[in-house]
Protein backbone atom coordinates (compact mmCIF):
# COMPACT_ATOMS: atom_id res chain seq x y z
CA UNK A 1 0.00 0.00 0.00
CA UNK A 2 1.23 3.24 -1.14
CA UNK A 3 2.29 5.82 1.85
CA UNK A 4 -0.16 8.92 2.18
CA UNK A 5 -0.09 11.91 4.53
CA UNK A 6 0.91 15.88 4.05
CA UNK A 7 4.40 14.79 2.40
CA UNK A 8 3.74 10.57 2.44
CA UNK A 9 7.12 8.86 1.68
CA UNK A 10 9.04 11.91 2.30
CA UNK A 11 11.49 11.61 5.35
CA UNK A 12 10.20 14.51 7.72
CA UNK A 13 12.59 14.38 10.01
CA UNK A 14 12.44 16.59 13.14
CA UNK A 15 8.75 18.03 13.59
CA UNK A 16 7.88 21.49 15.00
CA UNK A 17 4.69 23.32 16.15
CA UNK A 18 2.47 24.13 13.69
CA UNK A 19 2.37 27.72 12.23
CA UNK A 20 -0.04 29.88 10.15
CA UNK A 21 1.28 32.01 7.33
CA UNK A 22 -1.15 34.05 5.84
CA UNK A 23 -4.70 32.65 7.29
CA UNK A 24 -2.79 28.78 6.14
CA UNK A 25 -1.74 25.78 8.39
CA UNK A 26 2.20 25.28 7.79
CA UNK A 27 3.90 22.45 9.87
CA UNK A 28 7.95 23.77 9.77
CA UNK A 29 9.23 20.13 9.21
CA UNK A 30 12.57 19.34 7.44
CA UNK A 31 12.39 17.17 4.68
CA UNK A 32 14.83 15.23 3.41
CA UNK A 33 16.04 16.29 -0.59
CA UNK A 34 16.94 12.68 -0.93
CA UNK A 35 13.39 11.12 -0.95
CA UNK A 36 12.31 13.44 -3.65
CA UNK A 37 11.72 12.97 -6.76
CA UNK A 38 14.83 11.98 -8.68
CA UNK A 39 14.57 14.02 -12.24
CA UNK A 40 16.68 11.87 -14.13
CA UNK A 41 14.92 8.91 -13.12
CA UNK A 42 12.47 7.42 -15.51
CA UNK A 43 9.26 6.35 -13.29
CA UNK A 44 6.79 3.36 -14.13
CA UNK A 45 3.85 5.39 -14.18
CA UNK A 46 3.67 9.70 -14.66
CA UNK A 47 2.87 11.70 -12.59
CA UNK A 48 -1.00 12.03 -11.72
CA UNK A 49 -1.52 16.10 -10.99
CA UNK A 50 -4.80 16.78 -8.83
CA UNK A 51 -5.65 20.19 -8.76
CA UNK A 52 -8.85 22.46 -8.74
CA UNK A 53 -9.54 23.67 -12.03
CA UNK A 54 -11.72 26.20 -11.40
CA UNK A 55 -8.58 28.11 -9.87
CA UNK A 56 -7.36 30.58 -13.12
CA UNK A 57 -3.67 30.05 -11.32
CA UNK A 58 -3.60 26.49 -11.07
CA UNK A 59 -5.24 25.70 -14.18
CA UNK A 60 -2.56 28.00 -15.53
CA UNK A 61 -0.16 26.73 -13.23
CA UNK A 62 -0.83 23.17 -14.79
CA UNK A 63 -0.78 24.27 -18.65
CA UNK A 64 2.07 26.40 -18.85
CA UNK A 65 4.91 23.43 -16.73
CA UNK A 66 6.77 21.27 -19.19
CA UNK A 67 8.09 18.22 -17.48
CA UNK A 68 10.55 15.92 -18.56
CA UNK A 69 10.32 13.11 -21.13
CA UNK A 70 11.82 10.55 -18.02
CA UNK A 71 8.50 11.92 -15.81
CA UNK A 72 6.06 9.56 -18.53
CA UNK A 73 3.03 10.77 -19.42
CA UNK A 74 1.30 13.42 -17.06
CA UNK A 75 -2.49 12.95 -16.08
CA UNK A 76 -4.20 15.97 -15.32
CA UNK A 77 -6.85 15.18 -12.87
CA UNK A 78 -9.77 18.21 -11.77
CA UNK A 79 -10.42 17.68 -8.34
CA UNK A 80 -13.77 19.12 -9.05
CA UNK A 81 -14.83 15.86 -10.61
CA UNK A 82 -14.15 13.74 -8.23
CA UNK A 83 -12.75 10.16 -8.91
CA UNK A 84 -10.62 7.62 -7.26
CA UNK A 85 -8.12 10.12 -7.57
CA UNK A 86 -10.44 12.47 -5.23
CA UNK A 87 -11.13 9.31 -3.27
CA UNK A 88 -7.41 8.38 -2.46
CA UNK A 89 -6.14 12.41 -1.52
CA UNK A 90 -9.37 12.84 0.69
CA UNK A 91 -8.35 8.83 2.43
CA UNK A 92 -4.96 10.49 3.32
CA UNK A 93 -6.30 13.06 4.76
CA UNK A 94 -5.10 16.10 2.16
CA UNK A 95 -7.15 18.92 1.93
CA UNK A 96 -6.83 19.93 -1.67
CA UNK A 97 -7.82 23.26 -0.79
CA UNK A 98 -4.70 23.77 0.91
CA UNK A 99 -2.67 22.59 -2.37
CA UNK A 100 -2.66 20.59 -5.07
CA UNK A 101 -1.32 16.68 -5.30
CA UNK A 102 0.98 15.17 -6.85
CA UNK A 103 0.96 11.48 -7.10
CA UNK A 104 4.52 9.94 -8.41
CA UNK A 105 5.72 6.44 -8.13
CA UNK A 106 3.32 5.61 -5.32
CA UNK A 107 3.91 8.89 -3.17
CA UNK A 108 1.64 11.88 -2.66
CA UNK A 109 3.56 15.30 -2.70
CA UNK A 110 1.06 17.99 -1.15
CA UNK A 111 1.11 21.63 -1.37
CA UNK A 112 4.36 22.96 -1.60
CA UNK A 113 5.84 19.02 -1.67
CA UNK A 114 3.90 18.73 -4.84
CA UNK A 115 5.43 21.80 -6.31
CA UNK A 116 8.80 20.76 -5.39
CA UNK A 117 8.27 17.56 -6.54
CA UNK A 118 7.06 19.30 -10.03
CA UNK A 119 10.05 21.82 -10.03
CA UNK A 120 12.65 18.73 -10.12
CA UNK A 121 10.88 17.26 -12.78
CA UNK A 122 10.47 20.22 -15.05
CA UNK A 123 12.61 21.14 -18.11
CA UNK A 124 14.48 23.87 -18.45
CA UNK A 125 13.13 24.94 -21.51
CA UNK A 126 10.88 28.50 -21.62
CA UNK A 127 11.52 31.38 -18.83
CA UNK A 128 8.48 30.10 -16.93
CA UNK A 129 10.32 26.47 -16.54
CA UNK A 130 13.48 27.99 -15.37
CA UNK A 131 11.91 30.30 -12.73
CA UNK A 132 9.62 27.83 -11.54
CA UNK A 133 12.29 25.39 -11.32
CA UNK A 134 14.59 28.09 -9.71
CA UNK A 135 12.31 28.71 -6.78
CA UNK A 136 10.09 25.73 -6.25
CA UNK A 137 13.01 23.19 -6.42
CA UNK A 138 14.55 23.99 -3.27
CA UNK A 139 12.15 23.09 -0.51
CA UNK A 140 12.80 25.65 2.09
CA UNK A 141 12.07 28.34 -0.81
CA UNK A 142 8.39 26.66 -1.22
CA UNK A 143 7.35 26.03 1.87
CA UNK A 144 7.98 30.19 2.12
CA UNK A 145 6.00 30.56 -1.16
CA UNK A 146 3.42 28.19 -1.27
CA UNK A 147 1.45 30.13 1.73
CA UNK A 148 1.11 33.48 0.34
CA UNK A 149 0.20 31.95 -2.87
CA UNK A 150 -3.03 29.54 -1.26
CA UNK A 151 -4.15 32.71 0.33
CA UNK A 152 -4.13 34.29 -3.44
CA UNK A 153 -5.84 31.46 -4.98
CA UNK A 154 -8.64 30.96 -2.00
CA UNK A 155 -9.08 35.13 -2.33
CA UNK A 156 -9.27 34.61 -5.89
CA UNK A 157 -12.07 32.08 -5.82
CA UNK A 158 -14.11 33.96 -3.18
CA UNK A 159 -13.91 37.12 -5.42
CA UNK A 160 -15.11 35.05 -8.40
CA UNK A 161 -17.81 33.23 -6.08
CA UNK A 162 -16.33 29.61 -6.55
CA UNK A 163 -16.88 27.41 -3.20
CA UNK A 164 -13.83 25.75 -2.27
CA UNK A 165 -13.93 21.60 -2.81
CA UNK A 166 -14.04 20.79 0.92
CA UNK A 167 -11.38 17.71 0.42
CA UNK A 168 -9.98 17.13 3.44
Avoid: Q, W
Amino acid sequence: MPPHGRHAGINLGHSRPKMRFFGVARDTMFRSMTEMPDPGKATRAGPVIVYDGECPFCAAYVRMTRLRESAGPVRLVDARAGGAEMDEVRAAGLDIDRGMVVKLDGRLYHGDAAMTALALLTTRSGTFNRIMRGLFARPGIARLLYPPMVAGRNLTLRLLGRTPIGGG
